[in-house]
Nanobody
Framework: QVQLVESGGGLVQPGGSLRLSCTAS????????MNWYRQTPGKERELVAS???????NYADSVKGRFTISRDSAKNTVYLQMNSLKTEDTAVYYC??????????WGKGTLVTVSS
């Protein structure tokens, strides 16, 4: 059974930093693509950052230069380092992966609140 568990969210002031973690069980993240999404009430889930199994990364324009997605294969964990946070980054952040059969898996999300 595949499980993804996010952690690391919280309250941070504008300009601050947070690092989100997504730890997987039942699937090896070292060979699967990984994504971070975020969602605010009333809006569709937005793709924030992605990392292919080969290590190619992509970012939404709104976070480019501020967020970094990375992976620790030994810990089967993917990270999202978020710097220079803005109030508009406030959202629930979800990690996502897809297995070799095309099935999508999601964590339950972690809330990031950027506020002074």
């Amino acid at each position: 059974q595949v499980q993804l568990v996010e952690s690391g969210g919280g309250l941070v002031q504008p300009g601050g930093s947070l690092r989100l973690s997504c730890t997987a069980s039942g699937i090896s993240l070292s060979i699967r693509p990984m994504n971070w999404y975020r969602q605010t009430p009333g809006k569709e889930r937005e793709l924030v950052a992605s990392r292919s199994s080969g290590g190619i990364t992509n970012y939404a324009d709104s976070v480019k230069g501020r967020f970094t997605i990375s992976r620790d294969s030994a810990k089967n964990t993917v990270y999202l380092q978020m710097n220079s946070l803005k109030t508009e980054d406030t959202a629930v952040y979800y990690c996502n992966t897809r297995d070799a059969y095309g099935s999508d898996y999601w964590g339950k999300g972690t809330l990031v609140t950027v506020s002074s």
